[in-house]
Structure formats: C-alpha cells, structure tokens
C-alpha cells in the first residue's frame, strides 16, 4: 500500500515541500527498509528512530518490507525534521492512520525513541512554505509552535508525541489549532535588553555620538579610528541602545534567519531586538559571508537589519574584508555551489574600529608614535580604496580628556537619542511607504534623484566638495543621502547647506 504525506526541506532560508512518499509490501519474504531521494546520514538513521517510536507508542510495526522515496530526489534531504512525516507515512501505509487526514497537511519533526517529538530548525520557513503551497494544517513539536504560529494563514498544531497526533488524527482527542499575537509579542520585553551602555554614561566623545545618531537614523555604515582605550568598542557596543525598534515585518525576516541557523534564544520565538554581531578576528571568509557544501548563513545575514561591528578590522584577513564589498552594496549575498546558487539578505549597519597605526598612537598630541612611515602605510592599506569607499561616515575617535572622565555631569541619555531617531526613521517610512525600502542608506540613484531635494547653496557646496576631494560617483552619491538623513533628524524637507557640510566632514580626511 501507498501512503504519500508532506514534509519541508530547507534550501538556504528558503523551504521547499517534499513528498514522502512510503509503499509497503505485506508479501515481502524478507524485511526491508529503504530510504531513497538523495538522503543525508541523518536521514538514512531515521528508519530506526521510527521503527523504534512507533512500537514504544503502543503501535504496530510489521516486521515486513518499506520503501520510502524523498520527492524531488534531486535535492539533498538533510537532518532530522522528516522522522514524524515517515512515522505517518508508514502508519498510514499499514492503515493505522486514516488517509484523508493526510491531505492539506504537512509533518515537521523529529522523533525520539520513546515517541516523543523534538525540536528542529528552520520552522518559520517551513510553515511559510506551507502557507505558500495553500496548505491547511502544520504539524510541528510542541517545543516550535511559537515560532510556526507568526505565519498566518494556516492552522499550527502542536504535537508532544507520535501517540497524541494518532488519536487527534483519527479525533479521539483532538488538538486544537495555536494562535499567536505576534504584534502584542514584539512588544513584550518592554524597552531595551539589559546589560547595555547608556550613552550618558559615555564621557565626551561628543562629535563620535553625533557620528553614531547618523548613522542609527540612516543605517549609514561608519568607521572609527582612534588611540587605545579612547572608546571605541564601548561607543559600538552602545549603538543598539539607540537603534530603532524593529517593525514586525523586519522582526519576521530576523526571526526567520536565526530559525533556519537554529539559533533563536531559548526563551523566545520572535526575534524582538535588532541583532548585534562582532566576530572575532580570526573568522574565515565562510563564516562570514557564509559557505559550506549545503551554504549557511554567515554573519553578514545573522546581522540583517542590526549591526555588524568588526573590532580591530586591520586584524582581519585581507580576503574577508574583501568580501563584504558585494554585500554592502548590494544588500544580499550570493553563494554559488556545484548544486546551484543561493542568495541570503545582508541589509546591516556595518562598523569598523581600529587603531591608526600599529603601537595606536599616530597622530595621538600626547604620547608619541614608535612606528615607522613603511609600518603605518602597510597598517593601512589593509582596508583598500574601495572597501573605504563604500562606509558613509569616518570619524576619529580622540583620548578623552581626564577632566571629562572625573565630571559628574551626564549627557543625553539612549532613551533621548532614540526618541530622534525614531522620528526620523517615521519620515523616512513615509517617504519610501510602498518601496520596499526601510532607511535613506537604502536608496538608489533615482530614489536620490526623487527624494533628496537640495538647496541651491548646498548644491553649489557639493559642487565644490566633489571638485576638491575627487569623489567618486558612488562617495557622491553616500554623500547626498547622508545630507538627507541628517535633514531628516533636523526635521527639515529640503537639505540645506549646513546638512552638506556635516555629511561633507565625514568623508576620509585622504580624499
């Protein structure tokens, strides 16, 4: 007899429906249970999770002959979210499970020996596909159901174990569907993580915390270089206290992500805070564009729409700075393999801090500098041209005077800070309302054409700035909609001439 029931693949972020389909021969004179589709280790071990489930559920397994086919046989089928889905289908195949129940409905999980259903990644894909397909019903472990109940548009059942989703199947004891507010859940943790430094609490540094409002109203990329210990990790790790709060729609595509990366924190389901990633300088260009024979994501996509702060960039491989120039600029990465391409978003806040020189203190008025002309060019050259040309804001971050340490008096606070940019993050929801674009860094050449309006000084500044500085076409461009995000925080529909000269003086002092 011939079962076939639904199960989900994830391909990059993505899920892709998979038939399983599971024929079964009472006549076989010797018992067999084969699993074809191009199954991964994982996979292949799951007939015997399954025969041992289904005979500690108090149900039967005829010692006789199985075929299990994973469609399409093209695509790798990896780890262990299909066992619930073979389970079903080798009790429906041996009428153990009613046939009809089958239809509209797919199966997410993985089973342990005792029957029970675990946890397994990459849910919030796998339901979106479900929905996509115009399927009713999803079936996931109880442990996934927050995270599968965000999709709307289909009914999300939780399953504790393979006996339970027997009797609701054949409505002995039904389970009824789990509903989720996800707007009242983005909203649940109040107003920050804990554990992050104020802004008041960061003694000067005036003109950097300037820096850092830009840069969190615009999602413009930035760049500080300093002495040690004049705070530029501490002014980074500041950053996410000011940055907007997610909208839902943006929550989602975060939650999705760090779904499919199996990394979502244990006491949550929706992602509520803008993600914040710092690896460590030894990372490899894998890990953090992505890569791998069946591609992950790297941390360019783990910081999609947060922060991706690199510390001591000059330390980082030359290829792996290199390799953050597409993303940048494009938004995305594209990882090509063997088996095909596949593409993860990458929309970040990219900040970079480093020291000026080897020993930190070139150009420092207070201790002097031990390197030689040869060591700081070659320091510096291992952030090239383009790379530089591509961050919107470069800034020197200068030791702090030891009167402003000893002061008492404490500067604006996140919460003050936030509130700006939050207003004007709202101007720019409305200027690009129905775009597909989130914040000014995102704009093209005909977005800036329509939305960044100049006065006719500040058209004449920019003139002259791009003539004496040599811009580029794409610093020009960064330029233009750095001006119209600091308009923005000044409330202002045209960008003035004032606005031009602050974006103009973030530019490389080189240039």
Same mark, same amino acid.
């Given at each position: 007899?011939?079962?076939?029931?639904?199960?989900?693949?994830?391909?990059? #972020?993505?899920?892709?429906?998979?038939?399983?389909?599971?024929?079964?021969?009472?006549?076989?004179?010797?018992?067999?249970?084969?699993?074809?589709?191009?199954?991964?280790?994982?996979?292949?071990?799951?007939?015997?999770?399954?025969?041992?489930?289904?005979?500690?559920?108090?149900?039967?397994?005829?010692?006789?002959?199985?075929?299990?086919?994973?469609?399409?046989?093209?695509? +790798?089928?990896?780890?262990?979210?299909?066992?619930?889905?073979?389970?079903?289908?080798?009790?429906?195949?041996?009428?153990?499970?009613?046939?009809?129940?089958?239809?509209?409905?797919?199966?997410?999980?993985?089973?342990?020996? @005792?029957?029970?259903?675990?946890?397994?990644?990459?849910?919030?894909?796998?339901?979106?596909?479900?929905?996509?397909?115009?399927?009713?019903?999803?079936?996931?472990?109880?442990?996934?159901?927050?995270?599968?109940?965000?999709?709307?548009?289909?009914?999300? #059942?939780?399953?504790?174990?393979?006996?339970?989703?027997?009797?609701?199947?054949?409505?002995?004891?039904?389970?009824?569907?789990?509903?989720?507010?996800?707007?009242?859940?983005?909203?649940? @943790?109040?107003?920050?993580?804990?554990?992050?430094?104020?802004?008041?609490?960061?003694?000067?540094?005036?003109?950097?915390?300037?820096?850092?409002?830009?840069?969190?109203?615009?999602?413009?990329?930035?760049?500080?270089?300093?002495?040690?210990?004049?705070?530029?990790?501490?002014?980074?790790?500041?950053?996410?206290?000011?940055?907007?709060?997610?909208?839902?729609?943006?929550?989602?595509?975060?939650?999705?992500?760090?779904?499919?990366?199996?990394?979502?924190?244990?006491?949550?389901?929706?992602?509520?805070? *803008?993600?914040?990633?710092?690896?460590?300088?030894?990372?490899?260009?894998?890990?953090?564009?992505?890569?791998?024979?069946?591609?992950?994501?790297?941390?360019?996509?783990?910081?999609?729409?947060?922060? +991706?702060?690199?510390?001591?960039?000059?330390?980082?491989?030359?290829?792996?700075?290199?390799?953050?120039?597409?993303? #940048?600029?494009?938004?995305?990465?594209?990882?090509?393999?063997?088996?095909?391409?596949?593409?993860?978003?990458?929309?970040?806040?990219?900040?970079?801090?480093?020291?000026?020189?080897?020993? /930190?203190?070139?150009?420092?008025?207070?201790?002097?500098?031990?390197?030689?002309?040869?060591?700081?060019?070659?320091?510096?050259?291992?952030?090239?041209?383009?790379?530089?040309?591509?961050?919107?804001?470069?800034?020197?971050?200068?030791?702090?005077?030891?009167?402003?340490?000893?002061?008492?008096?404490?500067?604006?606070?996140?919460?003050?800070?936030?509130?700006?940019?939050?207003?004007?993050?709202?101007?720019?929801?409305?200027?690009?309302?129905?775009? /597909?674009?989130?914040?000014?860094?995102?704009?093209?050449?005909?977005?800036?054409?329509?939305?960044?309006?100049?006065?006719?000084?500040?058209?004449?500044? +920019?003139?002259?700035?791009?003539?004496?500085?040599?811009?580029?076409? *794409?610093?020009?461009?960064?330029?233009?909609?750095?001006?119209?995000?600091?308009?923005?925080?000044?409330?202002?529909?045209?960008?003035?001439?004032?606005?031009?000269?602050?974006?103009?003086?973030?530019?490389?002092?080189?240039?």
């Amino acid at each position: 007899m011939l079962a076939i029931v639904r199960a989900c693949a994830i391909v990059g #972020i993505e899920g892709q429906i998979v038939d399983v389909e599971v024929d079964f021969n009472p006549r076989a004179a010797l018992p067999n249970f084969t699993i074809v589709g191009l199954p991964d280790s994982a996979v292949r071990e799951s007939r015997e999770r399954v025969r041992a489930a289904i005979k500690n559920s108090a149900l039967s397994f005829p010692n006789k002959s199985y075929v299990v086919n994973l469609s399409p046989a093209d695509l +790798l089928k990896q780890g262990p979210a299909y066992d619930l889905s073979v389970a079903v289908g080798v009790l429906a195949a041996t009428d153990q499970v009613p046939l009809e129940s089958l239809d509209g409905a797919l199966f997410v999980g993985e089973l342990s020996l @005792d029957g029970s259903v675990r946890h397994v990644k990459g849910v919030m894909s796998m339901t979106l596909a479900a929905a996509a397909a115009e399927m009713k019903t999803i079936y996931v472990p109880m442990e996934d159901v927050y995270e599968a109940a965000l999709v709307e548009g289909i009914d999300v #059942i939780p399953v504790s174990s393979l006996g339970q989703l027997v009797e609701h199947l054949y409505k002995l004891a039904p389970i009824p569907p789990f509903t989720l507010d996800a707007d009242q859940l983005l909203r649940a @943790d109040g107003d920050l993580p804990a554990g992050l430094t104020d802004f008041a609490d960061i003694r000067g540094q005036e003109m950097a915390k300037r820096a850092l409002e830009i840069a969190a109203a615009g999602n413009h990329n930035l760049r500080m270089s300093g002495p040690p210990g004049s705070g530029k990790t501490l002014l980074a790790r500041a950053l996410p206290g000011i940055l907007p709060y997610l909208s839902l729609e943006e929550a989602l595509e975060v939650t999705r992500i760090y779904s499919v990366a199996d990394m979502l924190p244990g006491d949550r389901s929706l992602m509520r805070v *803008r993600p914040f990633r710092a690896p460590h300088h030894t990372i490899s260009q894998a890990g953090m564009v992505g890569g791998g024979t069946m591609p992950r994501p790297g941390e360019v996509t783990l910081a999609h729409r947060g922060v +991706l702060f690199l510390d001591e960039v000059n330390e980082h491989g030359q290829h792996t700075l290199e390799a953050l120039r597409q993303p #940048i600029e494009d938004k995305i990465v594209t990882i090509s393999r063997a088996r095909g391409a596949l593409t993860f978003p990458a929309n970040f806040l990219l900040v970079l801090a480093h020291n000026p020189c080897p020993c /930190g203190f070139f150009g420092d008025p207070v201790k002097a500098c031990t390197c030689t002309p040869t060591m700081i060019a070659r320091y510096q050259s291992k952030l090239s041209g383009p790379l530089l040309d591509r961050i919107d804001i470069h800034i020197d971050v200068p030791r702090v005077e030891y009167d402003k340490l000893l002061g008492n008096e404490r500067a604006e606070t996140s919460a003050q800070v936030r509130n700006r940019i939050e207003a004007a993050r709202a101007r720019q929801r409305e200027r690009f309302a129905g775009s /597909g674009l989130v914040a000014n860094a995102d704009m093209g050449v005909s977005e800036i054409q329509a939305f960044c309006a100049l006065r006719s000084d500040a058209k004449q500044m +920019l003139d002259i700035a791009v003539r004496r500085m040599n811009l580029s076409a *794409r610093s020009y461009h960064r330029v233009v909609k750095l001006s119209r995000t600091i308009a923005d925080l000044a409330d202002c529909d045209l960008i003035q001439v004032e606005h031009v000269a602050e974006a103009i003086q973030y530019r490389p002092k080189t240039q």
